[in-house]
T-cell receptor
Framework: DVKVTQSSRYLVKRTGEKVFLECVQD?????MFWYRQDPGLGLRLIYF???????EKGDIPEGYSVSREKKERFSLILESASTNQTSMYLC?????????????FGPGTRLTVT | QKEVEQNSGPLSVPEGAIASLNCTYS??????FFWYRQYSGKSPELIMS????GDKEDGRFTAQLNKASQYVSLLIRDSQPSDSATYLC????????????FGTGTQLKVEL
């Protein structure tokens, strides 16, 4: 079974803090993704990575950065947290090649910025 | 125009009935289509993938794809209260490599 884990289920941070969200997958997937999910807006892609040290912006990268130093780990960084970054953050991973492959999600981190 | 559209619902069906969930997409180059189930407060769980026109069945679930009409659907037979969840349709972004575009989901309620 594919397993994607995220460092925290719930997180409360103050405005202006630097926030690190970590994601680890154990299936040797090449691709990893960070989304945020908000009511009425659905899943929106923040950043994704198709290889170690490679990253590409998604639809809403502003205010976020990412790091992928190892194949199994993909980190999302909020440089200076703001209240509008309060959301559910979801990490996903998938294989590359052939048909676009299924993405498998971690349990999510519900981040509250106060 | 949204790239992947779903009726937000809620769609209410009685227990034991067939639930029919629909999704349309705008990118004619899309090749891969997925259905995810998401319970409240949980993350999406993949339940079906379909890549070619026609039907694909897996247990009580059937995915249907019509690329000419840019339409994909999910049928759930013998609906159970445990099927009550939000169902997300996801489509690959055509020339966008491995990215998926998600609809906002349809909420399904299976009533006793």
């Amino acid at each position: 079974d594919v397993k994607v884990t995220q460092s925290s289920r719930y997180l409360v941070k103050r405005t202006g803090e630097k926030v690190f969200l970590e994601c680890v997958q154990d299936m040797d997937h090449e691709n990893m993704f960070w989304y945020r999910q908000d009511p009425g807006l659905g899943l929106r892609l923040i950043y994704f990575s198709y290889d170690v040290k490679m990253k590409e912006k998604g639809d809403i990268p502003e205010g976020y950065s990412v790091s992928r130093e190892k194949k199994e780990r993909f980190s999302l960084i909020l440089e200076s947290a703001s209240t509008n970054q309060t959301s559910m953050y979801l990490c996903a991973s998938s294989f590359s090649g052939g048909n676009v492959r299924e993405q498998y999600f971690g349990p999510g981190t519900r981040l509250t910025v106060t | 125009q949204k790239e992947v559209e779903q009726n937000s619902g809620p769609l209410s069906v009685p227990e034991g009935a067939i639930a029919s969930l629909n999704c349309t997409y705008s990118d004619r180059g899309s090749q891969s289509f997925f259905w995810y189930r998401q319970y409240s407060g949980k993350s999406p769980e993949l339940i079906m993938s379909i890549y070619s026109n026609g039907d694909k069945e897996d247990g009580r679930f059937t995915a249907q794809l019509n690329k000419a009409s840019q339409y994909v659907s999910l049928l759930i037979r013998d609906s159970q209260p445990s099927d009550s969840a939000t169902y997300l349709c996801a489509v690959n972004a055509g020339g966008g490599g491995n990215k998926l575009t998600f609809g906002t989901g349809t909420q399904l309620k299976v009533e006793l």
